[in-house]
């Protein structure tokens, strides 16, 4: 599965395009919006998509390296907020109905067998969290490939009628994969791509990165193959994270980037399959330092900035809604001949 991404509808965007060209505005005058929506009809394939069936997937995970305190917060918040997102109490299920986005939370390794809402949870768990990352590989190389396949099948299984996918996150301690997985890829230093996380204080901050350089040190990955990062350094939430852009895109199915643990799982999905980067939108800048270096990474530019590092899928959730609008313009402005106004 990983040879079949197909390109850019090309004759979809020469159509897009020529609309764009001839709708009531002077040329250019919605600036990205119109680019978007030519993009977004090469990745679809149609000339006027209209997104009108978002699905954003909130992944969660626990991670070993939190043994070393590198998060402000303890690992049982992990399965607690999963609880929470299974009710509809958190952030990324507000922000999903703003859009009428169906909200997927996926638990493919929290470190708790049973939380109140499992049920409204799909289940995919690989282990109670992974390893730790300052003292061995995170998990073996079967899993890794494992845990990308989960992903993609959540795809083919839950987020089959999607037309936009957005990427979200959950679980403590994941920034500190996170950092290590853009380090280990792009071959930023450690102390450049790891941020505070949670909200650590300057001296935990300073622990976090020389954890992430020891996790380097420990089990160097090799940084062009994808599957071997997420064995070295990833996290389970990441690599499902992974394969869901994988999946959408053979699937024709944009993919919006959320914060940087969803942009560390889009470079592993770039480093397996690079066609990928085709599909991928981006949303909000998060403060988390590594994420612009994961973003040029990738080739893309933020869509807005609004402070935020909260995670979940909140930035791919208020990214949808611009990339909807974009698609709305392109099908619902009248051209100059249909509205009779001079050209």
Not at 92 to 108: G, M
Not at 124 to 142: F, H, L, Q, R, V
Not at 272 to 298: A, F, W
Request: charged share 20%; net charge negative; hydrophobic share 40%.
């Amino acid at each position: 599965m990983e040879d079949d991404i197909p390109p850019l509808d090309e004759a979809a965007m020469e159509a897009a395009r020529e609309r764009q060209a001839n709708l009531t505005k002077p040329p250019g005058s919605l600036g990205r919006l119109e680019a978007f929506s030519v993009q977004i009809a090469g990745m679809t394939g149609q000339e006027t998509p209209t997104l009108a069936d978002p699905v954003i997937t909130t992944v969660a995970g626990d991670h070993g390296v939190v043994a070393e305190g590198v998060s402000a917060f303890p690992q049982d918040v992990t399965a607690q907020m999963v609880s929470n997102f299974a009710n509809g109490g958190a952030a990324v299920n507000a922000l999903s109905r703003n859009v009428d986005a169906k909200n997927l939370i996926v638990d493919v390794g929290v470190a708790a067998d049973e939380y109140p809402g499992r049920d409204a949870v799909i289940v995919e768990k690989m282990g109670d969290g992974t390893d730790n990352i300052a003292t061995g590989a995170a998990m073996s190389a079967a899993q890794a490939r494992q845990v990308v396949e989960v992903g993609r099948g959540i795809v083919a299984t839950h987020a089959e009628e999607a037309d936009i996918i957005g990427l979200g996150d959950m679980g403590i301690g994941n920034t500190t994969p996170s950092a290590a997985i853009t380090a280990a890829i792009t071959g930023a230093d450690a102390e450049t791509v790891t941020g505070r996380g949670t909200g650590v204080d300057d001296e935990a901050f300073e622990w976090k990165v020389s954890i992430v350089r020891q996790a380097l040190e420990t089990d160097a990955p090799d940084p062009q193959d994808g599957y071997d990062v997420l064995r070295s350094v990833g996290g389970f939430e990441i690599g499902a994270l992974a394969g869901i852009a994988l999946e959408a895109a053979r699937r024709r199915i944009p993919v919006v980037v959320d914060g940087f643990i969803t942009g560390a799982g889009a470079l592993v999905a770039a480093r397996i399959d690079e066609r990928v980067t085709d599909y991928l939108l981006p949303s909000h800048s998060s403060v988390e330092t590594g994420h612009e270096i994961q973003y040029d990474e990738l080739g893309l530019k933020p869509l807005f900035d609004f402070d935020m590092r909260l995670g979940e899928g909140t930035g791919a959730a208020l990214g949808i809604s611009i990339y909807q609008g974009a698609c709305r313009t392109l099908e619902e402005m009248a051209t100059f001949e249909e509205a009779g106004v001079s050209n």
